[in-house]
């Protein structure tokens, strides 16, 4: 009950922040994705299809609230933590470094889904040499975000370091 209760607080919490608070906080035009690195993080911590669930129910909170098609974000999210999930094992015993790095894959290839998406849905104006270096320097931004977020859903979901697969600890 906990973590489902802690689900919905991160993600309406992501949400409204990305909203909000995230666009004030541009560095050189580019803000980053709260709501990416909140997915990565989550995938990390709890893992199994919680972290798809989340990634699914978020990404489409977002996407009702932005004037872009309903589920193209959702869908990105979604392959992004369930790319995340797959890593996931192989986390076992590699410092706490990994996680920027996670972040930066995770940001970078949920923007080139995303992307890909709406050039699908007929939106190919966004496909662009410029976005996609928006996308780069946007990816280095949330993969920094990525470690705070993921202490942050850690201490929300009551999870500690032995349940999360990053360092030299056993699980």
């Known amino acids: ?23 004030q906080l541009a560095i050189g035009g580019v803000t980053a994705d709260l709501v990416v690195a909140s997915v990565v993080a989550v995938a990390i911590a709890l893992g199994g299809i919680s972290a798809a669930w989340y990634a699914i129910c978020t990404g489409l909170a977002f996407d009702l609230l932005s004037l872009r098609p309903a589920g ?7 392959a992004v933590a369930l790319l995340v ?14 996680v920027p790095v996670v972040g930066i894959a995770g940001s970078f290839l949920s923007g080139l889904f995303y992307l890909i998406g709406l050039a699908l849905v007929g939106e190919e104006a966004f496909f662009s040499i410029d976005s996609l270096t928006t996308l780069a320097w946007r990816s280095l931004y949330d993969g920094m975000l990525t470690l705070p977020v993921l202490l942050v859903v850690m201490a929300v979901l009551g999870r500690n370091e032995r349940h999360v697969p990053i360092g030299s600890k056993p699980l």
């Not at 009950?1 to 949400?15: E, N």
């Not at 193209?72 to 979604?78: E, F, I, Q």
């Not at 999930?85 to 990994?98: A, D, E, K, Q």
């Open 1 to 23: 009950m906990r973590t489902t209760v802690g689900l919905w607080f991160l993600g309406f919490s992501a949400v409204a922040l990305q909203r909000s608070l995230v666009p």
């Open 85 to 98: 999930l797959w890593v996931r094992p192989t986390l076992r015993g590699i410092g706490i470094w990994v």
């Open 72 to 78: 193209v974000g959702a869908l990105s999210l979604c």
